[in-house]
């Protein structure tokens, strides 16, 4: 017995045709017209769309950063996502400073192993490249990783040199991976931030001043040069404004291997009206790169529909507003800054570091903002339902772009003969306020407070098995699979 989902529209990358669906064990195995009922569970679709499950290839689940470690981890950040019609990510391993590529990948797999609720893939983020590491690179591959990820910013913590950036392009382009860059200039950074501060500029709203666009783009520039002389397939994580987006685009005029991603928040916040804020409110939306202006957005949305960027993620990295309650101090100095759901489970007034350590001095204030939950909801409700993506445009953005350049396609991102069943049932006409008070993500603020969007999941299917039911969650731990990923993957 299956799971037949009749009368619905599947929408795909290419297509919306009006067809039934019928799932047999994990898998998609027939689509037609009038398919039979025989003796498989109905699901009545009649008015919905079926989407492909979303893919978010930008999530960092449980990362230690800025002095603490993000909210959300392969547990509760899993619910969150799919709710949000999320039902595979790609999260961030990294390497630790000293150590190995595989030293990561244990720490990253306990972190996820017997909780996961989604299924899941790493990306390799290298910091600390020597001639070990350089061997070390191919065996990712033994390990479903195709994607290695460098930071080009947070000097003296994960920033890497030139050098590093390209050796490594130089090997991965031997073994059909891909590199990603976060693209900031960090020794630009490191010198604006200290001169804003010793001038008493220490709100939220400078750290925007001490990453301006032109370090983004010069760093987009630096990446995607070494991207046309190494022959290396380069994806620009979280990219945010004009200087950028040029840069991408003269390296794909080219024809080099370059493509790029923005996330959710850069299309909708911005400094003037969220950063600058009053109080130290405007911490909640202090990520890095900064989010930009109204001017941007336009640029953003130009870019999705054009082409210029293949992807929408989320950069999901999320910190209390109001953290650093109970003895968090004392917590901290027993485990080792170790196991902050643990603390917050002893007490439920209990909360681990998060914005507030930078009060005072923006630079201390944890980088990163919520998405995770939020993405499908909002870039259906501002690109669909405003026209500006047509619904197959947005399944490509957030489901069948991320498969396809990640080694993940067909088996995710499309709705298929023998693709997983990643399936949601999508109601165009529903309506529902965005807001801190009901999302499922562990964070106390929504970027998107109050917002009304119409089109959302009612039903979320991973792999056959129905993780959401309207408001009912059915999701188990250790049901989240890891996705090995195949090398070679196209460059879009
Ligand atoms: O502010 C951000 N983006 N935090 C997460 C880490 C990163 O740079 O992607
Ligand atoms: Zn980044
Ligand atoms: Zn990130």
């Given at each position: 017995?299956g799971?037949?989902?009749?009368n619905g ?6 297509d ?13 195995t ?16 009649a008015?919905?769309f079926?989407l492909p499950g979303?893919?978010?290839v ?8 800025g002095?603490t470690i ?5 547990d509760?950040?899993?619910m969150?996502a799919?709710?949000?019609?999320t039902?595979?990510?790609i999260d ?5 400073i000293g150590?190995?590529?595989r030293?990561?990948?244990?720490t990253?797999w306990?972190?996820s192993?017997d909780i996961?609720q989604?299924d ?8 600390d490249l020597n001639?070990?590491v350089?061997a070390?690179i191919?065996t990712?591959?033994?390990e479903?990783?195709t994607?290695?990820?460098l930071?080009?910013a947070?000097?003296n ?8 950036l390209?050796n490594?392009?130089r090997?991965?382009?031997?073994h ?6 976060h693209?900031?200039n960090?020794?630009?950074e ?6 804003l ?6 709100d939220p709203?400078y750290h925007?001043?001490?990453?301006p ?5 010069e760093?987009?520039?630096r ?11 380069l994806y ?5 404004c004009?200087p950028?987006?040029?840069?991408l685009r003269?390296g ?8 790029g991603e ?12 969220h950063?600058a804020?009053?109080?130290f409110?405007?911490?909640?939306y202090?990520c ?6 109204k ?7 130009q870019?999705?529909?054009d082409?210029t960027?293949q992807?929408v ?9 109001d953290?650093g309650?109970g003895?968090w101090?004392?917590w901290n100095?027993?485990?080792?800054g170790r196991?902050w759901v643990?603390?917050e489970?002893q007490?439920?007034?209990?909360r681990r570091p998060?914005?507030e350590?930078?009060?005072?001095n923006?630079?201390?204030i ?6 995770l939950?939020?993405?499908m909801?909002?870039?259906?409700d ?6 500006k ?8 953005l957030?489901c069948?772009?991320p ?5 993940m ?7 298929a ?5 990643d399936?949601?049932?999508w ?5 529902h306020?965005i ?5 499922h ?15 959302l ?5 991973q792999r056959?098995?129905?993780?959401v039911d309207?408001a009912?969650?059915?999701g188990?731990?250790?049901s ?9 993957a196209?460059v879009?």
């Amino acid at each position: 017995m299956g799971i037949l989902f009749k009368n619905g529209k599947i929408i795909t990358a290419s297509d919306a045709i009006d067809a039934d669906v019928l799932v047999e064990g994990e898998v998609v195995t027939l689509i037609g017209q009038d398919l039979r009922a025989d003796n498989h569970e109905l699901v009545d679709c009649a008015g919905k769309f079926l989407l492909p499950g979303g893919i978010d290839v930008h999530t960092h689940l449980d990362l230690p950063f800025g002095g603490t470690i993000s909210n959300d981890d392969f547990d509760v950040g899993h619910m969150a996502a799919a709710f949000g019609g999320t039902t595979t990510h790609i999260d961030f391993v990294v390497q630790p400073i000293g150590g190995s590529l595989r030293d990561g990948l244990e720490t990253w797999w306990a972190k996820s192993r017997d909780i996961a609720q989604i299924d899941y893939g790493f990306h390799m983020a290298v910091t600390d490249l020597n001639d070990a590491v350089m061997a070390e690179i191919p065996t990712m591959l033994d390990e479903g990783i195709t994607s290695l990820k460098l930071f080009m910013a947070y000097k003296n913590v994960f920033q890497i040199d030139d050098a590093t950036l390209f050796n490594t392009m130089r090997v991965a382009a031997d073994h059909g991976m891909i590199v990603m860059v976060h693209a900031e200039n960090g020794d630009v950074e490191a010198a604006l931030t200290p001169a804003l501060l010793a001038a008493g500029k220490t709100d939220p709203v400078y750290h925007a001043a001490s990453r301006p666009p032109e370090i983004e783009g010069e760093a987009t520039n630096r990446a995607v040069v070494m991207s046309g002389l190494t022959g290396c397939p380069l994806y620009v994580v979280h990219m945010t404004c004009e200087p950028a987006i040029e840069a991408l685009r003269r390296g794909r005029a080219l024809g080099y291997p370059v493509m790029g991603e923005t996330c959710v928040q850069y299309f909708f916040l911005t400094v003037d009206d969220h950063m600058a804020l009053p109080g130290f409110e405007g911490a909640k939306y202090v990520c890095s790169p900064p989010i930009r202006s109204k001017q941007d957005h336009g640029l953003l949305w130009q870019a999705v529909r054009d082409g210029t960027l293949q992807v929408v993620s989320t950069d999901h990295c999320d910190f209390w507003y109001d953290g650093g309650h109970g003895p968090w101090q004392e917590w901290n100095e027993r485990t080792g800054g170790r196991d902050w759901v643990g603390y917050e489970k002893q007490d439920p007034s209990y909360r681990r570091p998060g914005k507030e350590l930078g009060m005072g001095n923006f630079a201390k204030i944890p980088n990163g903002m919520p998405g995770l939950e939020d993405r499908m909801l909002v870039m259906w409700d501002a690109g669909v339902n405003s026209g500006k993506l047509s619904p197959s445009r947005f399944v490509e953005l957030c489901c069948s772009n991320p498969a396809k350049i990640f080694g993940m396609y067909p088996r995710k991102g499309t709705i298929a003969v023998g693709s997983d069943a990643d399936i949601l049932v999508w109601d165009p006409n529903k309506q529902h306020t965005i807001s801190a008070e009901t999302h499922h993500m562990r964070v106390d603020y929504n970027c998107y407070e109050g917002r009304v969007v119409t089109g959302l999941p009612v039903q979320v299917y991973q792999r056959g098995r129905k993780l959401v039911d309207g408001a009912q969650w059915h999701g188990s731990n250790g049901s989240g699979q890891f996705v090995p990923r195949a090398a070679g993957a196209p460059v879009l």
